[in-house]
């Protein structure tokens, strides 16, 4: 641990965050401070599950931001379905195989879902029998997941823990990868990630190592309801402008400050300010040793431009002069190098370019002096500051030539101007012709089975970039226009085995 005033960071090990987190608690609550007045605050909302559960093993009064709904978030949900399947290969929920089927992709579901009746249990024995019933190609598929099954059973059997076999779910089976791909069909970090569902669990591993109870021990613990005058739980975004006299951070780690998902590294290092400013005497920021974010050194180490242009890459180099653009109504469009002047008279530089915002490079000389470099100054768009000595209002960057104004083009969802069209036309892999038939096909099945229009599963449009990308992972198909998170989660197996069975089809 290490300490300046009224900060400290704690780097542990993953698995001991939260019991870190509880003794900090613990001892401010012994020292004579109520609950009330104590505040743990984390990036997304499954990083605070961990923290929650131990709360409420420690008997803390606290508030409960989670409970069992959290246990169906996909990732978790299919890593304990994993678990079960794993503890008793006689006794296999039918439920529990089509879950876990499919994640990682395997381009068979389809195939297997019809030959398993609503029976129940099933054992490995009785689904190698289905597999025999499968064509030569989905056998082989069907039985890699048999394969995994059994070897999740033998790390068990040999007295494997939970943390163990978690980490084999996530990263030798390949769960892991498979919700990566589900991320990275979002556009932006808005609530938690499959990648944060499963950083949490495993975190909480290490609170419960037997893996036969740890499902039952944690539903048990989530069904405890919070109290609203305990140690408040919350993510940063719900407490701008709140205090408390001890706050912890908490996971203050890679992947969620910055979050994975993020874009823009300005504006994490703004979230993460807020969570350490959100204490009025003491702020404890905790986070795992081995990948704890680069933030944590900025609270330390004076900043600089050389380490403050990307928190999570190279420094990129200065930026050289830029001449000022306006746009029709005289607003001046945001440009790296542009120089420009603040109110109070700063005069700098723009350094970084956000989506709302930009970041100024203001020369100090005092700081300069005192050998802390220049500082950086967060400024949003919409803001009046000077140019050549004019009065003008900060806009976002000036679009570059050619750039389509609706947003089409590869992956976008313009077409002249008309939103929710995707402009196929720009889009140049040609069309396969069998494929989007096969396509069209599977999609009037789908919208039959579920009541649903046709349009509602997915547009024409869509199934032509589909037919003529042909993806072959769940990344590549993410990157296509159309296929969201929750379409990629729902369909993504399916459409994958489409496009891998048109590849093996003989032309008449």
């Known amino acids: ?122 054992s490995i024995g009785a689904l190698e029998q289905v597999g025999d019933q499968l064509s030569e190609t989905h056998r082989d598929r069907f039985g890699d997941y048999l394969g995994d099954l059994l070897d999740l059973a033998g790390v068990l059997t040999n007295g494997g823990d939970t943390a163990r076999a978690l980490d084999v779910i996530r990263r030798r089976i390949g769960l892991g990868e498979a919700m990566d791909a589900l991320d990275a069909s979002r556009r932006r970090p808005e609530g938690s990630s499959h990648g944060d569902d499963l950083d949490a669990l495993e975190q909480l591993a290490a609170l419960q190592p037997d893996p036969a109870l740890f499902e039952t021990w944690l539903t048990e613990r989530l069904r405890v309801p ?124 723009i350094t970084t370019l956000g989506r709302h915002h930009v970041v100024v490079e203001v020369e100090d000389a005092d700081l300069t002096a005192a050998g802390a470099g220049p500082v950086q100054v967060r400024v949003p768009h919409g803001t009046r500051i000077r140019v050549d000595g004019e009065g003008r209002t900060l806009t976002g960057p000036r679009a570059a030539a050619g750039a389509s104004r609706s947003g089409a083009g590869r992956g976008g969802s313009g077409h002249d101007g008309q939103p929710g069209r995707l402009d196929v036309g720009e889009d140049t892999d040609p069309v396969d012709d069998a494929l989007f038939s096969e396509l069209k096909a599977w999609r009037s099945k789908v919208a039959r089975d579920n009541g649903v229009p046709a349009y509602l599963v997915f547009h024409d449009r869509h199934l032509q970039v589909i037919a003529g990308r042909r993806p072959r992972t769940l990344r590549e198909l993410a990157a296509c226009p159309g296929v969201g998170p929750a379409k990629l989660e729902r369909y993504g197996d399916e459409l994958l085995e489409l496009v891998t069975a048109s590849e093996t089809t003989p032309d008449p």
């Open 1 to 122: 641990m290490s300490a300046d005033g009224g900060l400290a960071l704690h780097r542990v090990g993953g698995g001991a965050m939260a019991e870190r987190a509880v003794a900090l608690l613990s001892t401010a609550l012994a020292e004579g401070a109520a609950p009330p007045q104590l505040a743990v605050l984390a990036r997304v909302n499954s990083a605070l599950l961990p923290v929650q559960v131990a709360l409420t093993a420690a008997g803390i009064p606290h508030t409960a931001p989670l409970d069992t709904a959290v246990l169906q978030r996909t990732g978790i949900r299919t890593a304990l379905a994993y678990l079960r399947l794993g503890l008793d290969t006689d006794g296999m929920a039918r439920a529990d195989v089509l879950d876990t089927l499919n994640r990682p992709a395997r381009k068979v579901k389809s195939a297997v879902t019809p030959l398993l009746p609503r029976r129940s249990p099933w």
């Open 226 to 349: 919070g109290q609203p005058d305990g140690v408040t739980l919350s993510t940063v975004h719900r407490v701008k402008g709140m205090e408390w006299p001890q706050v912890v951070v908490f996971a203050a780690n890679q992947g969620l400050f910055p979050h994975r998902l993020a874009d823009d590294v300005e504006e994490e290092r703004r979230v993460f300010h807020v969570a350490i400013t959100r204490c009025q005497e003491q702020v404890h920021v905790i986070a795992d040793a081995e990948r704890a974010s680069p933030f944590l050194d900025e609270l330390t180490t004076p900043p600089r431009q050389s380490d403050r242009s990307d928190a999570r890459g190279p420094a990129t180099a200065p930026a050289s002069s830029a001449e000022p653009t306006f746009d029709p109504s005289g607003q001046l469009h945001a440009a790296r190098g542009l120089e420009l002047t603040l109110a109070g008279g700063l005069q700098g530089r």
